[in-house]
């Protein structure tokens, strides 16, 4: 069971490195300007493909809440996966 659990660990924390990517890179990507050659567009558009359906749970969530120009959906993602991860570990 030492390995599921590990296994389960690694895709946790691999998982918030994502997001984590994601949000800085988002400082970064002008999504407005377009260049097929853009290697930061293209580390981008691969972020948003894994992590978009972790990350829109959460802002659906956040929509009743007023949080004006920010985007606190992957702030929230983030800590759903290591509360699920902590928990997942206590148990086993």
């Not at 030492?2 to 999504?31: H, I, K, Q």
């Not at 260049?35 to 894994?50: G, K, S, Y």
């Not at 990350?55 to 759903?80: E, H, Q, Y």
């Given at each position: 069971?030492?390995?599921l ?13 994502l ?25 981008n ?28 959906s ?5 800590l ?13």
């Amino acid at each position: 069971m030492g390995v599921l659990v590990e296994a389960v660990v690694l895709f946790c924390n691999v998982l918030s490195l994502l997001l984590l990517a994601r949000a800085v890179l988002s400082w970064f990507v002008n999504p407005y300007r377009y260049t097929p050659n853009d290697f930061l567009r293209q580390i981008n558009a691969f972020l948003m493909r894994v992590t978009e359906p972790i990350v829109a749970p959460c802002r659906r969530l956040l929509r009743n809440f007023n949080t004006g120009m920010f985007d606190f959906s992957i702030v929230v993602a983030m800590l759903a996966i290591q509360l699920i991860r902590n928990m997942i570990v206590r148990i086993f």
